[in-house]
């Protein structure tokens, strides 16, 4: 989770949304820096 100040006032977000489907993890949104789904492939 991701948060701050934006005007003054307070703001939260997520970094990473995931949906679980047929046995299968689907990355819906992937605001990190280096990227989650990349991470397998160092």
Known sequence: MQVGWDRGRRVRG????VTLSESKVWVEYDGMEQGIRDLDKN
Not at 14 to 17: P, Q
């Open 14 to 17: 997520n970094l990473i949304y």
